[in-house]
């Protein structure tokens, strides 16, 4: 990073920090210069907690989702509707659909979104693993609630003809009213997450 030969290790910060999702370079050194000056033990705190994530966070074995323990607690609550699975791109998704208040069924996190120029083809994302849910005789309904992007439709589109097929009376559905053309659930404020899920139909 220019002008900072003299500070290799605010160098490196401001580098590993650009890197994250949504940091540009300016944002990226005014939050190193933040930490920089934090008082030690804080800085410390946060340098643990982010060095435990990799012996702690896990992905739940049944759902994909985030987890500290396996199963998650959502996949092991019994207050849950074990019917109903929200099919989502990612983690961040699920907190999102979960701040409405109003779904109470399962989820599976697909991993991603189908995008044959990127070479992420079915196999890639965590389609066999919902297939394979979708064997209980619980299940009822399946909620498609990929981002309504190309990839995300494309997505949708693909997992409604896979299991239409199979004849296992389960009913497709797919957001409806409320979310923008390109835009993503872990953005959506929750007022129009929840009249997207509440206005569902049959996909």
Known sequence: MKGFQNLPTIE???????????IGPKSATALAYHLVHLPAERLNRLAETISAIPGKILNCSICGNLTEENPCRICSDPGRDHTMICVVEK???????????????????LGGVLS????????QIRIRE??????SAEVKEIILATNPSIEGEATASYLCDTIAPLDLGITVTRFSRGLPVGGELTYTDTE?????LQSRKPF
Not at 91 to 109: A, C, F, K, Q, W
Not at 116 to 123: R, S, T, V
Not at 130 to 135: A, G, N, S, T, Y
Not at 192 to 196: H, I, V
């Open 130 to 135: 919902l297939l394979e849910r979708l064997k």
């Open 91 to 109: 983690p961040m998704d699920v907190l999102s659909i979960e701040r409405t208040g109003i779904y109470r069924g399962l989820y599976h996190v």
């Open 116 to 123: 044959p120029l990127d070479g992420i083809g079915p196999a």
């Open 12 to 22: 490196n910060l401001i580098t590993e920090l650009n890197r994250l999702p949504g």
């Open 192 to 196: 129009t997450l929840s009249l997207a």
